[in-house]
């Protein structure tokens, strides 16, 4: 699996967008780009994914460039909840067998929102 | 679904003790991963189950850590004896049949922290 880069912490402000960049400049075709986050005493959890548009859900918005090799999570409007760490990973979807859900995590971003 | 529940969620244990952890997939699922999370080295994965069977256990540490998966609802992790350098906090995690437009995702527990003395 491709590695990742991600700064290791930011901030911002509550209400305002929350822009997390990632690095993967050495992404293969047929790898996606996955977010996690991790909130304090808690397990990680699933955020968004793409492979090169951009894509939207209820949690976030994933913008991925065109060469793919650098993507960022957009929270829109941070909440003192969104304070986490956040994991970008790429690597290969698949539709069966265990070893395609495998997750191999760097050490994230930690997101601070601040009131 | 109650997602994946493990226990204990914290255990204090003395050097040379055994420790069990436990996990209980969510339903239907048949694989299955472990996790552990140090502030050193971060998240890492120890083993995987698919089909109830051990596929990679390259990151189980040594001999004194083991996992089975005996049914679909249930797995285990024992460290026999334990260590001080055992302290982390462990997750459970199976795969996410939702509506992921194909993704490959997973759901963690809550994790189980173990500390040893």
């Known amino acids: 699996d491709a590695k990742t880069t991600q700064p290791p912490s930011m901030d911002c402000a509550e209400g305002r967008a929350a822009n997390l960049p990632c690095n993967h400049s050495?992404?293969?075709?047929?790898?996606?780009v996955y977010w996690y986050r991790q909130i304090h005493s808690q397990g990680p959890q699933y955020i968004i994914h793409g492979l090169k548009n951009n894509e939207t859900n209820e949690m976030a918005s994933l913008i991925i460039t065109e060469d793919r090799k650098s993507s960022t999570l957009i929270l829109p409007h941070a909440t003192l909840r969104d304070t986490a760490v956040y994991y970008c990973i790429v690597r290969v979807a698949g539709n069966s067998g265990g070893s395609n859900y495998k997750l191999t995590f760097g050490k994230g971003t930690l997101l601070t929102v601040n009131p | 679904d109650a997602g994946v529940i493990q226990s204990p969620r914290h255990e204090v244990t003395e050097m040379g003790q055994e420790v069990t952890l436990r996990c209980k997939p969510i339903?239907?699922?048949?694989?299955l991963f472990w996790y552990r999370q140090t502030m050193m080295r971060g998240l890492e994965l120890l083993i995987y189950?698919?089909?109830?069977?051990?596929?990679?256990d390259s990151g189980m540490p040594e001999d004194r850590f083991s996992a089975k998966m005996p049914n679909a609802s249930f797995s285990t992790l024992k460290i026999q004896p334990s260590e001080p350098r055992d302290s982390a906090v462990y997750f459970c995690?199976?795969?996410?049949?939702?509506?992921?437009?194909?993704?490959?995702?997973?759901?963690f527990g809550a994790g189980s922290r173990l500390t040893v003395l």
């Open positions: 339903s239907g699922h048949n694989s």
């Open positions: 050495t992404i293969s075709g047929n790898e996606y």
């Open positions: 995690a199976n795969p996410d049949r939702g509506n992921h437009s194909g993704a490959n995702v997973l759901t």
């Open positions: 189950f698919n089909n109830n069977v051990p596929i990679d």
